[in-house]
């Protein structure tokens, strides 16, 4: 007998509506509005914050975004992101749908 296939949807990665962020200089700036913390970003987890507006976005479409953006190769990059989101769900500044 064959295992059932997984059919299940990748998660999408969404900004939390808790947070407001701006740019200043070459950072971009996240304010959570109920913890009332300030978080700096550098410019890949700028671009992977972008790319987690509005839908949000898969693991599979932020590394791509990534590499496409940064010299860098998908295996690194995806095991960044994923530390990286994984910061973000510590400080509850980002959301899965």
Known sequence: M?????????????QTTRCVSTEVGAETVLLHLD????FGLDA???????????????????????CGTFEVEPMVAERDIRDFLDKLAAHK?????
């Open 93 to 97: 500044l980002l959301e899965t749908s």
């Open 2 to 14: 064959t295992e059932p296939e997984d059919h299940a949807v990748p998660a999408r990665y969404v």
């Open 44 to 66: 890949v987890g700028a671009v992977i914050w972008e790319a987690m507006a509005g839908e949000g976005a898969t693991l599979d479409a932020l590394t791509t975004e990534v």
């Open 35 to 38: 913890e009332g913390m300030y």
